[in-house]
């Protein structure tokens, strides 16, 4: 109806209302489409108010930072930092707060996928203020767990966990909905580096439960891997972490797939399968061009030239 109109507006809006909508579903190459074709519509002069009329934020503040997530994911990490400082020129160029700490709330989360917990401190730190005066409760919460996982990642791991559990604590409280997997996943995470993996399983039950956000799913089968092995599970592991590996790749979630490949080469290499553990990790690897020094692809390269 948009583009029979001929308004760009309306068409704007329209793109703006698909992608986030096809990214939950695991669509993510279709998302990424929308978001170019909104993105190209969008003139600052004629759509610079935008935000006031629907949802609150500025839809190309929200398709350059929804772009950089799926770049990310789907193996472009370095990519994705471009598509994250185009959004947020743009967004401390408005006269905006409310965009302002959604651009920085994604920041936050690229660096989170990115496995970069110092740069995500950094951007919660100046989110924070903003969403307590212009956000709203579950932006507070989900930049508290944001901070709680950077802090367990760099070793805080009392203060780190009490912070995430502040945080989903007050997530819960409001009833949201959105992102359930993406935002349990990272706090299942946070419980098994902190070693506390029946708190982790049972996170990830809990995500379970949630059948329509699927983008970050695969992480959660590998997490439940993870944390089976960790108790001597290793067939029940497995059975994960290869079905976090085909998700991944359904998705064509490159990053999510790496992890899930890199998981299982460890649980196949101390069930004396070395072998068959470098067919699974090192053609999906071997793919990767962009992003090299990100710590997935450091951790994958180790192991790689690594000798039993």
Not at 57 to 69: E, L
Not at 71 to 90: H, N, R, S
Not at 195 to 201: F, H, M, N, V
Request: charged share 25%; aromatic share 6%; hydrophobic share 45%.
């Amino acid at each position: 109806m948009a583009n029979a109109s001929g308004n760009s507006e309306l068409a704007l809006q329209a793109h703006h209302a698909a992608w986030p909508s096809l990214m939950v579903t695991g669509a993510l190459a279709t998302a990424r489409r929308h978001i170019e074709k909104g993105v190209a519509l969008y003139r600052r002069e004629a759509h610079g108010q935008q935000a006031l009329q629907y949802g609150g934020h500025d839809p190309a503040v929200c398709g350059y930072s929804s772009n950089a997530v799926i770049t990310a994911i789907m193996g472009y990490p370095d990519q994705a930092l471009e598509e994250m400082q185009k959004g947020l020129v743009l967004a401390r160029g408005l006269d905006h707060a409310p965009t302002l700490a959604q651009a920085l709330w994604f920041a936050a989360e690229l660096y989170h996928i990115r496995r970069e917990p110092r740069r995500v401190e950094d951007y919660v730190s100046e989110v924070l203020p903003m969403l307590a005066t212009h956000g709203s409760a579950v932006g507070i919460a989900n930049a508290t767990m944001l901070r709680g996982w950077a802090r367990v990642v760099q070793g805080e791991t009392d203060h780190g966990i009490a912070l995430m559990q502040e945080g989903l604590a007050n997530w819960r409280k409001t009833g949201s909905k959105f992102q359930i997997r993406y935002r349990l996943a990272r706090a299942a995470e946070a419980h098994l580096i902190a070693g506390k993996t029946d708190d982790g399983l049972r996170l990830i039950a809990e995500a379970d439960g949630d059948s329509a956000d699927v983008w970050f799913a695969p992480e959660l089968d590998r997490l439940k891997g993870d944390l089976l092995f960790k108790i001597g599970d290793a067939d029940g592991a497995e059975s994960c972490l290869r079905r976090a590996l085909e998700a991944a790749r359904a998705q064509g979630a490159r990053l999510l797939e790496l992890r899930a490949a890199m998981s299982l080469a460890k649980l196949l290499e101390a069930r004396g399968r070395r072998g068959e553990a470098e067919g699974v990790l090192a053609p999906i690897y071997f793919q990767f061009d962009d992003g090299l020094e990100l710590a997935d692809l450091r951790n994958a390269k180790n192991w790689l030239d690594s000798t039993t």
